[in-house]
Every structure is written in C-alpha cells, then in structure tokens.
Nanobody, 125 residues
C-alpha cells in the first residue's frame, strides 16, 4: 500500500515555472514506476509524464515534451514534475500515481494502482 500526497500547485503567469512534488509513504517506494496525470474541467484525465522504477527511463505526453521534466529521489520517497514555459492550456488538477506499468503502457491510467488527491495548477495569460 502506498499513500501519495502532491504539493507545489498554485497560480502563475504564462511563461513561468512551477515544480510539483509527490511524497510517498507506506510500501517500498523505489519499486514503483511513477507518473503524473492532469485533468482540466470537462476533459478526460491526460497523461503528462512517467518515470521507471530505476529512474533510467522517462516518458512524456506530446503536449509537454521539452517543457516538463519528471524526476525521483528514492531516498526521500519523493518524485517531482518540473514545469517550465507554462501555458494557459496547462491549467488543470495534477495527480501523481504509482504502479507497475511497462513499455508502452506507461501512459495508461489503469496501469497505476495508487493515486494522490490532486493539486491545482492555474496558468493565466
């Protein structure tokens, strides 16, 4: 069992940067692949980024490639989403997740067993 708590959301201007954190507690954190998803009002939840349990492999949604970076610190039981050059369309509730996806399944929500409560990110133009 893993409990995940996001932090770092807020309201920023377009072009600004923001870093989200997800702190895990409970089971063996380092064994899990980790992901970030987001959901804007009236839309389905969207894959943002993921990182393998080793940290060697990272995956990004097309809309955030080159602007967002996912990373993890196993010794702190924490992983991060560094967001740069934020756009109004990045406005959403961001969720962190942990699970055992593999290969092409990293972007799939159903591959993740544990989810945080979400943190709001609002980007104004």
């Amino acid at each position: 069992q893993v409990q995940l708590v996001e932090s770092g959301g807020g309201s920023v201007q377009a072009g600004d940067s923001l870093r989200l954190s997800c702190k895990a507690s409970g089971s063996t954190f380092s064994a899990y692949a980790l992901g970030w998803f987001r959901q804007a009002p009236g839309t389905e939840r969207e894959f943002v980024a993921a990182i393998s349990w080793t940290g060697r492999n990272t995956y990004y949604g097309d809309s955030v490639k080159g602007r967002f970076t996912i990373s993890r610190e196993n010794e702190r039981n924490t992983f991060y989403l560094q967001m740069k050059s934020l756009k109004p369309e990045d406005t959403a509730v961001y969720y962190c997740a942990a699970g055992y996806p593999s290969g092409q399944l990293y972007p799939r929500e159903r591959e993740y067993d544990y989810w945080g409560q979400g943190t709001q990110v609002t980007v104004s133009s």
